[in-house]
Each structure stands twice: as C-alpha cells, then as structure tokens.
Nanobody
Framework: EVQLVESGGGMADTGGSLRLSCAVS????????IGWFRQAPGKEREGVSC????????YYADSVKGRFTISSDNAKATVYLQMNNLKPEDTAVYSC????????????????WGQGTQVTVSS
C-alpha cells in the first residue's frame, strides 16, 4: 500500500519560494508516478506537476512552467516540488498523489493520496 506524507507548506510573499516534500513509503518510488495537485477554495483540483522514472521529462501545467521544478530523490524515497516566483494565485492546498508507472500528463486516475499541505502566497 502506497503511503504519502506531504510537508513544507506555509506562507510566502509574492515572488518568494517554498519547497514541498512528499515522502513515499510502502512501494519503490521509482515504480510509481508521483504527482502534485492543488485545489484552491471554490476551484477545481488542478494537476500541477508529475514525475516518473518511466517517462522522459516531468509534466508541468502551463500555469507553473518556468517557476516550479519537480524532482525525486530515490534514496530518500521523496519527491520535491520547488516553487519559485510564487504568485497569489498559487494559494491552494497542495497534495501529492501516486499512480503506477506513468504520469500520462496527469489525465488518469491517481489512486493514492497524501493529506495535503496549505500554501498561502500574500500579495
């Protein structure tokens, strides 16, 4: 059973940075695609970024390209989301999720989810 635990959320000013961590246990992290999603109040959940060792390049939503970077440390079984040049519209609850092997541009179901961490960006 996949278990995911997020950390690193908090508050930042516009233009600031935060790094989120997703600790993965129960399965080898390199056998799964790990994605970051976010949901702001009153908005639909959005797939932000995803990484998979089975695919060539990570996936990024257009809204975060050039600002966010996803990476994986297999030895620590942790996936990171480095968020730079934050904007108020990045304010949301961020959750990591896992699915077998492929990100598929985050269009397919992710069966396993963490509890989420709040990110708040002030203007």
């Amino acid at each position: 059973e996949v278990q995911l635990v997020e950390s690193g959320g908090g508050m930042a000013d516009t233009g600031g940075s935060l790094r989120l961590s997703c600790a993965v246990s129960g399965v080898p992290v390199n056998a799964y695609a790990i994605g970051w999603f976010r949901q702001a109040p009153g908005k639909e959940r959005e797939g932000v970024s995803c990484i998979s060792s089975a695919e060539g390049a990570p996936y990024y939503a257009d809204s975060v390209k050039g600002r966010f970077t996803i990476s994986s440390d297999n030895a620590k079984a942790t996936v990171y989301l480095q968020m730079n040049n934050l904007k108020p519209e990045d304010t949301a609850v961020y959750s990591c999720a896992a699915r077998p092997m492929f990100c598929w541009s985050m269009t397919q179901t992710f069966p396993s989810w963490g509890q989420g961490t709040q990110v708040t960006v002030s203007s």
